[in-house]
């Protein structure tokens, strides 16, 4: 395998013509981001290996689509077995809303241990 590379010259010194292939990218959402921050900030050297291979993007939105499906799939299980109904919220909406508030951060807990940080 021959890479052929080609420089520029900047001042004294020659300096490599590096680019990234183009993709469109779509912004992303709360877990890709923490996704990231925790690849930064607990693995950097998997961030270094998938930011030089140009993995680190279609990893953080798989992640995040991940975690949007898994929380989707598990918010009504938890809603069921704490008892979070329509007719909940429409006689009692502070419990209703302390419920789902509840169900909420149990469901982000399984997630955030399951994906983000693992």
């Known amino acids: 395998m021959k890479n052929e590379l080609t420089y520029m ?8 013509d590096l680019a990234l292939s183009k993709t469109e990218e779509k912004p992303l959402g709360k877990y890709g981001r923490m ?3 925790f690849l930064k900030e607990q693995r950097p050297i998997l961030y270094s290996q998938l930011l030089l291979s140009e993995k680190l993007y ?3 939105l798989e992640i995040e689509e991940t975690a949007n499906r898994r929380l989707e799939q598990m918010l009504p299980r938890l809603m069921e077995s704490a008892g979070v109904t329509e007719a909940l919220k429409a006689s009692d909406q502070m419990k209703w809303v ?5 169900c909420k951060a ?9 994906l983000i940080n693992s």
């Not at 010259?9 to 490599?16: A, E, S």
């Not at 302390?98 to 509840?102: A, D, E, P, R, W």
Request: aromatic content about 4%; glycine content about 8%.
């Open 9 to 16: 010259k900047n001042g004294d010194y020659l300096v490599p």
């Open 35 to 37: 996704r990231k921050a």
């Open 106 to 114: 149990q469901a982000e807990e399984v997630i955030l241990a399951e």
């Open 58 to 60: 279609p990893h953080l």
């Open 98 to 102: 302390g419920l789902m508030n509840s």
